[in-house]
């Protein structure tokens, strides 16, 4: 048998006391698709970063075509044929396709001069081996996710074309986008070139991959088929088995908490892209956790943060009633006063203070309480923190270390766990699991159901459809800013969908 | 595990640097106190390489480290208030003209205009803080970058102090009666306790204990933090986030003129074109101090010790007769080196290249 295309094996790395790998052994043949999988902190990005050259291992050897190679930077391992797309694509959106294709190795002219046309028509011909149809002379920033994406692959092969290694290509994609990348990654494949594909979509997995290497605490787990069944892929992710991701749901639900009858969200001024709600009409009553659905764009995160203030300006119109009064809420402070908590889908860019410390992070909703007359108490804010710590497993249990520094998981842990600090009746959330590991993602579920039996509302906007069945009580289908029906928990997916989409089940 | 006792330290100096528990980072200690270990290397150097006189290292002369300490007062003051408006994420590049434009101010009230002390101060004082509240409301109202906004900011100043001063020195002269200032301003420029410690020094080290508390205690003090940490995420939280950046403008406003003040008793004038350059002094003490330029971390500690490294280092090499431009060139490495350490340890976390 011949040597792999890429292998590791034995790879050490440490960060500090931390250690990310302890042992691992990989190893990628030509022309396989090879899925790796693994909660945050598994080891896989480290593993992914030692591939590409960002790291390089304490212990351990890389050896392609069977014979060892170091890297010492990235533009090494992109040398010997490797190269790596991040999630953070590395386009410059305000250039266009051709001249990010050619960054850094443009064509030039005799005389020093761009030769701007003969880049354009390589670029042409590198998009359309691949048959993708886009104008070189587009600019990035005009490109959809899915067709950016494309774009970096065409790069990152231009330059290295044996090994690809691919972090979360889909996690920005519409199912569309998907299918086509998938396409374009088999014809990849089947040419020769070996593909690395990390994701956190389980589901994905038999649909692309012909291998799957599953990463736990710095260790492989497993190697298994893609075909295994989804729950021997979570056991081995996880460690145990996955009984009940989703908690038991109430037996009854309160008074109406919120309750929005022909409610409009009037802007002040149109913007393109942004679904105001028109005349919704919903109620979400004390201990119930109500979902948000709606295909993208159908106005859910609109619907969320024109509720609390944060949306574009404008004023509700209809009827906006807490507690059976009628209120207005025009401003973060106006919802803050009626109880009304957010937790953004953002949590990194609107959520966390990412160098602050975590218990700094958590008392943010709090700070007037723990702050008598203007100034600090250390002992109310050391109560906080391990109110917080006590509701919420956030890891490590230290609440010093900067809260950027922590998993997907336990960032979201943090955010959920600031709001709830601050006891509000209400809240709001916007994709409460998304980059969330599949183990965080129970407990979170398990700590909103917990809350909502003490009383809180919830109303949940996701686009993961299993989560809302699972999580919610009632379903309320959103499509162009207006609630169009109405569903309880556990209702099947295509009803929902069918719904969303605006056809009859 | 999860019953294990949980630890919150009372008044972190810089949130989010520290490193977990038991797995410290040593290069994140290096760079928490890398002003502190600075001033430290600089105070050890200034003795190896001091001139000598009869055997006394010049250097630990009583005289030549009040003269340290008064040097880096007016700049030290200012540095102060550009912590907190670092912290914030921002910049202000008009102090150096609010101090020109307060010492005229100053000068020109109790000479020309006759007013008291008191009256004079207090009227300075809180010119310095309107010019920080415009600055600060013109930036948040219009969302336009303080940077450019104190641009304009130092250019109005300037401005403003040439037209009061009719582009003349202002000089100060005391005694009792109209056109003169009362001769307690002239205490600016001594010192006290048996002639040691200048006043200028003190005024510096009591604003920078007060600014201490403000920034590591009070409520204000963490709104500070968290608007610079993320805006957005404050604003979501429900902190007044335009109440604070035009607070912490008013802040360096307040400071600025504070300096302006100092300068005018220290040199017995006012000059519309003194305090040029002291914004970028006050900025690499900040950035010496571990403040970072991203905001949202830094300490108030680390600008003091910052300051008066700086002015130490700058002493030692006049010492030593080595020319300003030399001073210049290791002032730059100085900020490099700094900027730099701070760069691994936000790549060590993990933050961001």
């Given at each position: 048998?011949?040597?792999?295309?890429?292998?590791?094996?034995?790879?050490?790395?440490?960060?500090?006391?931390?250690?990310?790998?302890?042992?691992?052994?990989?190893?990628?043949?030509?022309?396989?698709?090879?899925?790796?999988?693994?909660?945050?902190?598994?080891?896989?990005?480290?593993?992914?970063?030692?591939?590409?050259?960002?790291?390089?291992?304490?212990?351990g050897e890389t050896l392609i075509d069977g014979k060892p190679v170091t890297f010492n930077n990235p533009r090494e391992a992109q040398a010997a044929g490797i190269a790596t797309i991040f999630q953070e694509l590395d386009l410059v959106p305000s250039l266009d396709v051709a001249a990010n294709l050619f960054l850094g190795r443009e064509l030039m002219r005799p005389g020093g001069m761009l030769d701007v046309p003969a880049m354009r028509r390589e670029a042409k011909r590198r998009l359309e081996a691949i048959e993708l149809a886009i104008d070189p002379a587009r600019l990035v920033a005009d490109l959809s996710i899915g067709q950016r994406q494309v774009v970096a692959i065409v790069k990152a092969l231009s330059y290295a074309s044996r090994v690809l290694i691919m972090d979360e290509p889909t996690a920005?994609?519409?199912?569309?986008?998907?299918?086509?990348?998938?396409?374009?990654?088999?014809?990849?494949?089947?040419?020769?070139?070996?593909?690395?594909?990390?994701?956190?979509?389980?589901?994905?997995?038999?649909?692309i991959a012909d291998r799957v290497t599953v990463m736990r605490d710095g260790r492989v787990a497993g190697i298994t088929e893609p075909h295994a069944p989804q729950a021997e892929l979570v056991r081995l992710l996880v460690g145990r088995p996955l009984d009940e991701l989703y908690p038991e749901r109430a037996r009854s639900a309160g008074k109406a908490l919120l309750s929005l009858r022909d409610a409009s969200f009037r802007l002040a001024r149109e913007s393109a892209g942004w679904q105001p709600p028109t005349g919704v009409s919903l109620e979400v009553r004390e201990g119930e956790i109500v979902g948000l659905a709606g295909i993208m764009g159908a106005g859910r995160t609109e619907l969320l943060s024109a509720l609390y203030g944060t949306g574009l300006a404008g004023r509700w119109q209809g009827e906006?009633?807490?507690?059976?009064?009628?209120?207005?809420?025009?401003?973060?402070?106006?919802?803050?006063?009626?109880?009304?908590?957010?937790?953004?889908?953002?949590?990194?860019?609107?959520?966390?203070?990412?160098?602050?410390?975590?218990?700094?992070?958590?008392?943010?909703?709090?700070?007037?309480?723990?702050?008598?007359?203007?100034?600090?108490?250390?002992?109310?804010?050391?109560?906080?923190?391990?109110?917080?710590?006590?509701?919420?497993?956030?890891?490590?249990?230290?609440?010093?270390?900067?809260?950027?520094?922590?998993?997907?998981?336990?960032?979201?842990?943090?955010?959920?766990?600031?709001?709830?600090?601050?006891?509000?009746?209400?809240?709001?959330?916007?994709?409460?699991?998304?980059?969330?590991?599949?183990?965080?993602?129970?407990?979170?579920?398990?700590?909103?159901?917990?809350?909502?039996?003490?009383?809180?509302?919830?109303?949940?906007?996701?686009?993961?459809?299993?989560?809302?069945?699972?999580?919610?009580?009632?379903?309320?289908?959103?499509?162009?800013?207006?609630?169009?029906?109405?569903?309880?928990?556990?209702?099947?997916?295509?009803?929902?969908?069918?719904?969303?989409?605006?056809?009859?089940? | 595990?999860?019953?294990?006792?949980?630890?919150?330290?009372?008044?972190?100096?810089?949130?989010?640097?520290?490193?977990?528990?038991?797995?410290?980072?040593?290069?994140?200690?290096?760079?928490?106190?890398?002003?502190?270990?600075?001033?430290?290397?600089?105070?050890?150097?200034?003795?190896?390489?001091?001139?000598?006189?009869?055997?006394?290292?010049?250097?630990?002369?009583?005289?030549?480290?009040?003269?340290?300490?008064?040097?880096?007062?007016?700049?030290?003051?200012?540095?102060?208030?550009?912590?907190?408006?670092?912290?914030?994420?921002?910049?202000?590049?008009?102090?150096?003209?609010?101090?020109?434009?307060?010492?005229?101010?100053?000068?020109?009230?109790?000479?020309?205009?006759?007013?008291?002390?008191?009256?004079?101060?207090?009227?300075?004082?809180?010119?310095?803080?309107?010019?920080?509240?415009?600055?600060?409301?013109?930036?948040?109202?219009?969302?336009?970058?303080?940077?450019?906004?104190?641009?304009?900011?130092?250019?109005?100043?300037?401005?403003?102090?040439?037209?009061?001063?009719?582009?003349?020195?202002?000089?100060?002269?005391?005694?009792?009666?109209?056109?003169?200032?009362?001769?307690?301003?002239?205490?600016?420029?001594?010192?006290?306790?048996?002639?040691?410690?200048?006043?200028?020094?003190?005024?510096?080290?009591?604003?920078?204990?007060?600014?201490?508390?403000?920034?590591?205690?009070?409520?204000?003090?963490?709104?500070?933090?968290?608007?610079?940490?993320?805006?957005?995420?404050?604003?979501?939280?429900?902190?007044?986030?335009?109440?604070?950046?035009?607070?912490?403008?008013?802040?360096?406003?307040?400071?600025?003129?504070?300096?302006?003040?100092?300068?005018?008793?220290?040199?017995?004038?006012?000059?519309?074109?003194?305090?040029?350059?002291?914004?970028?002094?006050?900025?690499?003490?900040?950035?010496?101090?571990?403040?970072?330029?991203?905001?949202?971390?830094?300490?108030?500690?680390?600008?003091?010790?910052?300051?008066?490294?700086?002015?130490?280092?700058?002493?030692?090499?006049?010492?030593?007769?080595?020319?300003?431009?030399?001073?210049?060139?290791?002032?730059?490495?100085?900020?490099?080196?700094?900027?730099?350490?701070?760069?691994?340890?936000?790549?060590?976390?993990?933050?961001?290249?």
């Open positions: 048998m011949s040597a792999p295309l890429l292998s590791v094996t034995g790879a050490v790395k440490r960060f500090g006391g931390v250690q990310a790998l302890r042992g691992v052994d990989f190893d990628l043949k030509a022309g396989e698709i090879h899925a790796l999988l693994g909660e945050n902190g598994a080891g896989k990005s480290t593993l992914m970063n030692l591939l590409s050259g960002v790291y390089t291992p304490d212990e920005a994609l519409t199912v569309g986008e998907v299918e086509r990348l998938f396409e374009i990654m088999r014809k990849l494949a089947a040419s020769g070139v070996g593909i690395i594909y990390i994701s956190h979509r389980l589901e994905e997995v038999p649909e906006v009633a807490v507690d059976d009064k009628p209120v207005r809420l025009d401003s973060i402070n106006a919802a803050r006063r009626a109880g009304i908590a957010f937790v953004t889908d953002d949590r990194r860019g609107s959520g966390l203070m990412l160098r602050m410390a975590v218990s700094l992070n958590l008392v943010m909703s709090v700070i007037r309480r723990i702050s008598p007359a203007g100034l600090m108490s250390p002992r109310r804010q050391a109560e906080a923190v391990t109110r917080s710590f006590g509701q919420f497993d956030i890891r490590p249990k230290n609440p010093d270390i900067a809260v950027g520094a922590l998993s997907g998981g336990n960032q979201q842990k943090v955010v959920l766990a600031k709001e709830i600090l601050g006891n509000p009746r209400l809240l709001l959330l916007d994709e409460p699991t998304r980059g969330v590991d599949v183990g965080a993602k129970g407990e979170i579920y398990a700590r909103l159901r917990a809350l909502a039996a003490q009383g809180l509302g919830i109303l949940v906007a996701s686009s993961e459809m299993p989560e809302l069945i699972g999580l919610c009580d009632r379903i309320v289908v959103l499509r162009r800013g207006r609630n169009v029906a109405e569903f309880n928990g556990g209702v099947d997916e295509h009803t929902v969908l069918a719904a969303a989409n605006g056809r009859e089940a | 595990m999860s019953d294990q006792k949980i630890s919150v330290a009372a008044n972190p100096a810089v949130p989010g640097t520290a490193a977990p528990g038991h797995r410290v980072d040593p290069l994140a200690i290096v760079v928490r106190f890398q002003s502190l270990i600075g001033l430290v290397l600089v105070a050890i150097g200034g003795v190896i390489f001091s001139p000598r006189r009869h055997g006394e290292i010049l250097f630990l002369n009583p005289d030549n480290i009040a003269n340290i300490v008064r040097a880096v007062s007016e700049t030290g003051i200012i540095a102060i208030g550009m912590t907190f408006v670092i912290i914030t994420a921002g910049i202000d590049l008009s102090v150096g003209a609010v101090l020109g434009l307060s010492s005229v101010v100053t000068a020109s009230m109790m000479i020309s205009g006759g007013f008291g002390l008191i009256p004079t101060i207090l009227a300075v004082l809180v010119m310095g803080i309107v010019f920080g509240v415009v600055q600060g409301t013109i930036s948040t109202r219009f969302r336009l970058e303080p940077f450019i906004v104190t641009l304009a900011g130092l250019q109005a100043a300037r401005g403003l102090a040439l037209i009061v001063s009719g582009n003349q020195y202002i000089n100060i002269s005391y005694g009792d009666g109209p056109g003169l200032a009362p001769p307690v301003f002239a205490v600016l420029g001594e010192r006290l306790f048996d002639n040691t410690v200048p006043v200028a020094t003190i005024v510096f080290i009591i604003f920078a204990a007060i600014a201490t508390l403000v920034l590591n205690t009070t409520r204000f003090g963490r709104y500070v933090y968290a608007v610079g940490g993320n805006e957005r995420a404050a604003r979501i939280s429900g902190v007044p986030v335009s109440m604070v950046k035009i607070s912490v403008y008013a802040i360096t406003g307040f400071a600025s003129a504070l300096a302006g003040i100092v300068h005018a008793g220290q040199f017995n004038f006012g000059s519309a074109n003194d305090g040029v350059g002291y914004e970028l002094t006050a900025i690499a003490a900040v950035v010496i101090g571990g403040t970072s330029l991203f905001g949202g971390a830094g300490s108030m500690v680390g600008t003091v010790a910052g300051t008066i490294m700086l002015g130490a280092l700058a002493n030692i090499l006049q010492l030593n007769n080595i020319t300003p431009a030399t001073q210049l060139l290791a002032t730059a490495a100085i900020i490099v080196l700094a900027a730099v350490l701070q760069s691994l340890v936000r790549r060590r976390e993990g933050l961001g290249r």
